[in-house]
């Protein structure tokens, strides 16, 4: 089956505390349905100096939120949408917005 949420693609936030913001997905964790989004979800690390980082200190980072609780932007819309799958002649699936049109994917990511 087809992934529904992808990595490179905009994502709206639909519940918790960043409900509302967009960002770009940086990983999506297949095993536990979870997906990284660029600015979402960032909580402070304390961080001892270490060789690889001299002056340690309180480092900010995104943390991974649960699939279910983002959607695609349409690019139609630029809202939140469900999306569909839809086959091409031959045999190639595409994903698709709920307006109808076509979620890209993004290529070199």
Same mark, same amino acid.
């Given at each position: 089956?087809? !992934?529904?949420?992808? *990595?490179?693609?905009? &994502? &709206?936030?639909?519940?918790? =505390?960043?409900?509302? =913001?967009?960002?770009?997905?940086?990983?999506?964790?297949?095993?536990?349905?979870?997906?990284? /989004?660029?600015?979402?979800?960032? /909580?402070?690390?304390?961080? *001892?100096?270490?060789?690889?980082?001299?002056?340690?200190?309180?480092? %900010?980072?995104?943390?991974?939120?649960? !699939?279910?609780?983002?959607?695609? &932007?349409?690019?139609?819309?630029?809202?939140?949408?469900?999306?569909?799958?839809? %086959?091409? %002649? #031959?045999?190639? *699936? /595409?994903?698709? !917005? *709920?307006? #109808? %049109?076509?979620?890209?994917?993004?290529?070199?990511?």
């Amino acid at each position: 089956m087809g !992934a529904r949420i992808r *990595k490179g693609d905009n &994502v &709206v936030v639909i519940s918790g =505390k960043d409900k509302g =913001k967009t960002g770009k997905v940086l990983r999506v964790l297949v095993e536990d349905d979870r997906v990284v /989004v660029q600015g979402i979800n960032l /909580v402070k690390r304390h961080s *001892k100096p270490t060789p690889r980082n001299p002056a340690g200190g309180i480092l %900010e980072r995104e943390q991974p939120l649960f !699939a279910s609780k983002v959607m695609p &932007v349409d690019p139609k819309t630029g809202k939140g949408t469900r999306v569909r799958f839809k %086959e091409l %002649e #031959g045999g190639k *699936k /595409v994903r698709v !917005a *709920k307006s #109808g %049109e076509e979620i890209p994917a993004v290529v070199g990511e």
